[in-house]
């Protein structure tokens, strides 16, 4: 588990990843989206995360160049496990009293259907 950790862990790498999980993504849309990111930043964590082969970069020969990022087929496989991290982290989603809260559209939950089995493990999940 430790080296699967240091591969995605960093202040920004998640968020990160999360963007691209809706598939390529351009740089200037990331850093859109992540406005508290500085570009330095983002930079030296999308060439770790390159150099991880978690992510690929694409440069498109045109003026003004254009850099799209999207997974590799290693960084593929953590979009199963974000998932499950999702579905398992919507039940400690509250409001302010402490009531627990639906999650939004936006999220792997509300789009989908989980199946936990009778050990609390995460067995499929549907979207």
């Not at 430790?2 to 963007?19: D, R």
């Amino acid at each position: 588990m430790e080296a699967s950790l240091s591969v995605i862990s960093g202040k920004w790498k998640m968020t990160i990843l999360q963007k691209l999980l809706a598939g390529p993504i351009r740089y200037s849309d990331i850093k859109h989206n992540i406005p508290d990111i500085t570009e330095k930043m983002l930079t030296q964590q999308l060439r770790e995360l390159e150099e991880d082969g978690i992510v690929k970069r694409k440069v498109y020969p045109v003026v003004p160049p254009k850099v799209e990022y999207s997974f590799t087929e290693l960084g593929q496989g953590l979009t199963a496990i974000f998932q499950s991290l999702e579905v398992w982290g919507a039940q400690f989603l509250t409001d302010a009293s402490g009531n627990p809260v639906n999650s939004d559209s936006s999220c792997y939950v509300a789009k989908s259907e989980a199946v936990v089995g009778v050990d609390g493990k995460l067995e499929q999940i549907t979207r």
